[in-house]
């Protein structure tokens, strides 16, 4: 069983909204920076955003700055993904990573549990 279990994908119409969930399995959340990831059909993957384990400190990726919004609830345990005026280019698997730090990176070399993903279509 994969540590980190995300939720909350779907097939969406452009301009849509979804909101993805990153739930941890068998630890706490709390002193981890999480990272959320996607990967297209025949492309790399790609960092999309990433948060400190305060919250405090967030970093996102151009193509989704304005867009999409990274947030944590420690109580919880769940780290969120707010993705707002979705394009089909957002198209993607969609995956959160923690890695046991204090930078937020969206180089996924660095994180060390994933979770198994979830689709993300965005297509009228």
């Known amino acids: 069983q994969l540590p980190l279990v995300e939720s909350g994908g779907g097939l969406v119409q452009p301009g849509g909204s979804l909101r993805l969930s990153c739930a941890a399995s068998?630890?706490?959340?709390?002193?981890?920076?999480i990272g959320w990831f996607r990967q297209a059909p025949g492309k790399e993957r790609e960092g999309v955003s990433c948060i400190t384990s305060s919250g405090s400190i967030t970093n996102s990726a151009d193509s989704v700055k304005g867009r999409f919004t990274i947030s944590r609830d420690n109580a919880k345990n769940t780290v969120y993904l707010q993705m707002n005026s979705l394009k089909p280019e957002d198209t993607a698997v969609y995956y959160c990573?923690?890695?046991?730090?204090?930078?937020?990176?969206?180089?996924?070399?660095?994180?060390?549990?994933w979770g198994q993903g979830t689709q993300v279509t965005v297509s009228s």
């Open positions: 068998g630890f706490t959340l709390n002193y981890y920076v």
């Open positions: 990573a923690a890695r046991r730090d204090y930078v937020c990176s969206l180089h996924d070399i660095f994180y060390t549990y």
